[in-house]
């Protein structure tokens, strides 16, 4: 597990109440898996995109954001991207979808899952 100072710690990632039920209720059906694994890969229509992942275990040097009972998991280089960074699941007319509200993003896509830095 990744150990943070306070101060890195206040720049992390946080997790929103919305996103909490919406992993607790994937995890459920999914008894197998204990985590959601949220990383930042290269590509996408603005450079950068969002994958989410189940993962049953977590790496030595990934992040643990915890809320409610479920953890995500942040992977060292992914941090990197999303510091301050907020993870939330937002229901619409639309759709529903995790949303990430990334500070260090200088630029999107419509989709919502394509950044820029």
Avoid: W
């Avoid at 939330?88 to 419509?110: R, V």
């Amino acid at each position: 597990m990744l150990v943070v100072t306070i101060l890195e710690a206040m720049s992390t990632v946080t997790l929103s109440e919305s996103a909490a039920k919406r992993i607790n209720a994937i995890l459920a059906k999914q008894p197998d898996k204990s985590y959601l694994r949220v990383s930042v890969e290269g590509g996408g229509c603005s450079g950068f995109s969002y994958k989410f992942d189940l993962d049953d275990k977590a790496n030595t040097d990934d992040l643990i954001v915890t809320r409610d009972g479920v953890s995500v998991l942040i992977d060292e280089m992914s941090l990197e991207f999303m510091s301050g960074s907020e993870i939330d699941f937002s229901t619409e007319l639309i759709g529903a979808a995790f949303k990430i509200n990334n500070p260090n993003a200088t630029a999107g896509c419509g989709c919502g899952t394509s950044f820029s830095v």
